[in-house]
């Protein structure tokens, strides 16, 4: 973000953006929301919080994150695991080792899994997800729902996917501004908007549960990039959001551009603005209370929740891959085991007056209602 773009509206005005039809929001309201000054945040919060409340109740789900592998074919020039950090050490874990997440996970009624890794297209490694999200099927009495974030990839290898038993697929636009996208992506060929669009609409074609998101307080982004990212979440129907601050990493290209970014405590209340609006406009999605949420905040994944957020990650890594899995710095649980990392945040979620959907598949309720309309 460039900071001098960055102008937080007064009173008076901040006044009218709180009196919304929040049945009618346009592009004004949400860059309105997302110009408040700080002490407005509350007020815009509490009004997520009622229609959080409103259209998907005041439960959190859990979905279970497996870092399945950091290797990656890709150079987007944020991220702490690209192809060309050689100071990675890479991993992939073996089956027996997603099927004990996994199976963790089922033991502890979450109900959900997310697989994730860095990007590779090559078929030993698609038909290998294809073999795991088999054998965790059945392995786990086909008590699991499985979310996919493996990246961009074809028609024929989500189809695959899905044919084994994938049900949703996260895959964020990072910005829906494509000048922005260029700027965070290497123009070698491999990083396309385009493409990453058309994945999207394949995603959706082929009837997973389409997950997106942004970073938000990137370099280069301003105000109205923000306003584009919620628009472009809403025109495409999305059904779950996973968006959180960026956070520079040192061995990455985009941080030779940390001058640009706001201040880490303003990246983080940007991000709770983000959080709200969304759930201001669109309702009865899933949203994501994301790690890098906590990374900028020690309560940042509980006020995401209070924000409007009613889905969680937590991580069910072996705990010895997860030093590798950086994609930014101070990322946070790579130290406490799965059992842990449970206890904690239900402490924590009992803070926001929430209460945990054990033993829920807890489904986008967006879907559901775009299924049966
Ligand atoms: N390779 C897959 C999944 C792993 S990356 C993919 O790219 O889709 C998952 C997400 O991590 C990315 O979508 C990106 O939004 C986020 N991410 C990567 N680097 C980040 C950084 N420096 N700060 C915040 N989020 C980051
Ligand atoms: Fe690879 Fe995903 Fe990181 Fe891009 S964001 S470098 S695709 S892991």
């Known amino acids: 973000m460039d900071a001098k773009d960055f102008k937080y509206i007064n009173n008076s005005e901040a006044k009218k953006v709180l009196s919304v039809n929040v049945d009618n929001i346009s592009a004004d309201d949400l860059l309105g929301f997302i110009l408040l000054p700080e002490d407005k945040i509350e007020a815009l919060v509490n009004l997520a919080a009622k229609i959080k409340e409103q259209y998907v109740g005041n439960t959190v789900y859990y979905r279970g994150l497996i870092e399945y592998s950091n290797i990656c074919a890709k150079n987007c020039l944020y991220c702490g695991i690209r192809a060309c950090n050689n100071k990675v050490e890479r991993y992939e874990l073996n089956e027996d080792e997603v099927v004990n997440a996994a199976r963790f996970a089922a033991e502890h009624h979450y109900a959900s899994i997310v697989i994730q890794a860095g990007e590779r297209t090559d078929s030993l490694f698609t038909s290998k997800i294809a073999r795991l999200i088999s054998k965790i099927h059945s392995e786990t009495g086909n008590k699991l729902k499985i979310t996919l974030s493996l990246g961009e990839q074809s028609e024929e290898t989500y189809r695959l996917w899905r044919d084994c038993g994938a049900q949703r697929y996260l895959l964020r636009i990072e910005s829906a501004s494509e000048d922005l996208y260029r700027k965070l992506h290497p123009a070698d060929g491999k990083h396309s908007y ?75 209340l940007l991000g709770i603005k983000m959080v709200a609006a969304l759930r201001i406009l669109m309702k009865d999605i899933n949203i994501a209370a994301t790690t890098a949420m906590q990374a900028l905040h020690p309560k940042g994944r509980e006020m995401a929740i209070v924000a409007g957020a009613n889905v969680i990650m937590p991580n069910i890594t072996p705990l010895k891959y997860r030093k590798d899995y950086l994609l930014y710095e101070d990322k946070p649980c790579t130290d406490e085991d799965s059992e842990k990392c449970l206890k904690c945040l239900e402490k924590r979620i009992a803070t926001t007056g929430n209460q945990i959907g054990y033993d829920s598949w807890g489904d986008s309720k967006h879907f559901t209602n775009r299924k049966n309309s």
């Open 194 to 268: 385009k493409k990453r669009i058309e994945a999207i609409e394949s995603l959706r074609k082929l009837e997973y549960q389409v997950g997106s998101g942004v970073m938000i307080g990137l370099p280069f982004q301003t105000p109205q990039h923000l306003v584009n990212d919620l628009l472009f979440l809403k025109d495409f129907d999305i059904d779950m959001v996973g968006m959180g601050p960026y956070i520079e990493h040192h061995e990455t290209p985009l941080y030779e551009h940390r001058a640009l970014l706001l201040p880490k405590n303003e990246r983080f």
